[in-house]
């Protein structure tokens, strides 16, 4: 399965909490999680007073299901509130 999360600035964080879900629930094993953005091919470069906050980025990371004793030594998402 492959969808996209519009969810603008934190739309990584909202797919790592997805993710997380699909392989608590046990329907996969593992999945691929993959964030960018291209913000200067929109941005005004002559406003100065926006397009010093904003740029281009990308980071991705992958998530295996596992079997832990669920406190606080297991490794991964322990939890997500969104």
């Known amino acids: 399965a492959a969808f996209d999360v519009q969810a603008v600035c934190s739309g990584f964080v ?7 879900k699909f392989l608590a629930s046990g329907s996969h094993e593992r999945a691929l999680v993959i964030g960018s953005e291209t913000f200067s091919r929109i941005l005004d470069w002559d406003d100065r007073t926006t397009c010093v906050l904003f740029g281009d980025g990308a980071g991705a990371i992958v998530l295996a299901r596992r079997e832990g004793t ?13």
């Open 14 to 20: 909202y797919a790592v909490a997805i993710a997380d």
């Open 70 to 82: 669920g406190d606080t030594s297991d490794r991964g998402v322990l939890t997500s509130h969104l």
